[in-house]
T-cell receptor, first 111, second 112 residues
Framework: GENVEQHPSTLSVQEGDSAVIKCTYS??????FPWYKQELGKRPQLIID?????GEKKDQRIAVTLNKTAKHFSLHITETQPEDSAVYFC??????????FGTGTSLTVIP | DGGITQSPKYLFRKEGQNVTLSCEQN?????MYWYRQDPGQGLRLIYYSQIVNDFQKGDIAEGYSVSREKKESFPLTVTSAQKNPTAFYLC???????????FGDGTRLSIL
């Protein structure tokens, strides 16, 4: 099965700075990579996703990049705001269509 | 995602007791999932179902059971065989297996 590793586990940035979270995966046939944001005590919510036929996708302050050769993908948040503080999870879907989640990154945006 | 409802929000289990967590969706999704979330371990798949009356074990199915008698419902039973049940349980659904998953608000299970 797939193995997804996520780094860093915690990240603190000053408000207005950028934040980058990286994930690697093991199954070269994986073709779908979503990112979820989970605020404390709440449900994970999909914030952006990318499929393997695309190298980058942007949605306002959030972007995801995918490097299929290196088998890694990253979440980029620009102009961070305090409400961006949350735990972020990456995931990859393997050839059996099963989701594998990273262990999460706790992002703190310092006002 | 108001379309997925989990209940109860908090649940307490006594030793030797089975408890059932409810998950209902009105999104007309075919696939449903149960995850367990522990601090520092991300989301681990317990069971999933792609269609009514069919379900498969995930990575940590031991001590759990599920049923899928209706498309909109996928209850999870935590049996007494699950020796460490204290965790946050999340239910999710998706239109099909390779589509984005939408999560419920979760149930926090604790041992009395």
């Amino acid at each position: 099965g797939e193995n997804v590793e996520q780094h860093p586990s915690t990240l603190s940035v000053q408000e207005g700075d950028s934040a980058v979270i990286k994930c690697t995966y093991s199954d070269s046939a994986s073709n779908y990579f979503p990112w979820y944001k989970q605020e404390l005590g709440k449900r994970p919510q999909l914030i952006i996703d990318i499929r393997s036929n695309v190298g980058e996708k942007k949605d306002q302050r959030i972007a995801v990049t995918l490097n299929k050769t290196a088998k890694h993908f990253s979440l980029h948040i620009t102009e961070t705001q305090p409400e961006d503080s949350a735990v972020y999870f990456c995931a990859a879907i393997d050839t059996g269509n099963q989701f594998y989640f990273g262990t999460g990154t706790s992002l703190t945006v310092i006002p | 995602d108001g379309g997925i409802t989990q209940s109860p929000k908090y649940l307490f289990r006594k030793e030797g007791q089975n408890v059932t967590l409810s998950c209902e969706q009105n999104l007309n999704h075919d696939a449903m999932y149960w995850y367990r979330q522990d601090p520092g371990q991300g989301l681990r798949l317990i069971y999933y179902s792609q269609i009514v009356n069919d379900f498969q074990k995930g990575d940590i199915a031991e001590g759990y059971s599920v049923s899928r008698e209706k498309k909109e419902s996928f209850p999870l039973t935590v049996t007494s065989a699950q020796k460490n049940p204290t965790a946050f349980y999340l239910c999710a659904s998706s239109q099909s297996r390779n589509q984005p998953q939408h999560f419920g608000d979760g149930t926090r299970l604790s041992i009395l």
